[in-house]
């Protein structure tokens, strides 16, 4: 099969080249859909012209480089790998310099409190997920909506006192 780039390819030869296909290789076997069909090998010529022709895209020619260009491309790709690893390693120390200075102050509120620092190695252990949030499905429920549901109110800080007053 000959190949032709899509640029220099006429819309005239193109059609030229589709009725020269050779038609002549007709599909031997019983149609597909019918029964008893096995896997036979369909092909026509027209369909990978067509496929050529449609999809793909000629071949550039890669830039012939001088000797000069060849070392000022290969300089610049050097300063490149120069900038890349100069980024890298100053994150690389800033995040050293967070990690000791993290660790120092671990040291310090130990030396201060230990209760502050136990507390403060545990973390954040509050749940986070509402626990009155239904659960996303991929069908809806049988019961449908609940449109009576109210959420149980929370107090407000003026509501607290008040109860903390009766209280104490």
């Known amino acids: 099969m ?13 059609r030229k080249l589709l009725f020269r296909a050779d038609t002549s290789k007709k599909p031997r076997g019983p149609p597909s ?19 050529r022709i449609l999809y793909e895209s000629p071949k550039t020619d890669l830039p012939h480089f001088t000797e000069e260009d060849l070392e000022r491309h290969e300089t610049i790709e050097r300063a490149w790998q120069l900038y890349l690893r ?3 390693e100053a994150k690389s120390k800033e995040l050293a310099a967070k990690y000791r200075m993290l660790n ?18 545990l973390g954040n252990k509050t749940m986070l997920f509402p626990s009155q949030m239904k659960i996303p499905t991929e ?6 909506w609940n449109y009576d549901y109210i959420p149980s109110p929370k107090p407000d800080q003026s509501q607290e006192k008040e109860i903390k007053k009766e209280e104490g």
């Open 139 to 144: 069908t809806p429920p049988l019961n449908g």
């Open 86 to 88: 100069n980024k890298r």
């Open 104 to 121: 120092e102050a671990n040291m310090q509120l130990e030396q201060i409190s230990k209760n502050l620092f136990l507390s403060a190695q």
């Open 33 to 51: 859909g019918t029964p008893g069909a096995t896997n036979y090998n369909i092909t026509d010529t027209r369909y990978e012209v067509i496929k």
């Open 2 to 14: 000959i190949y032709f780039p899509r640029s220099s390819l006429p819309t005239s030869i193109a």
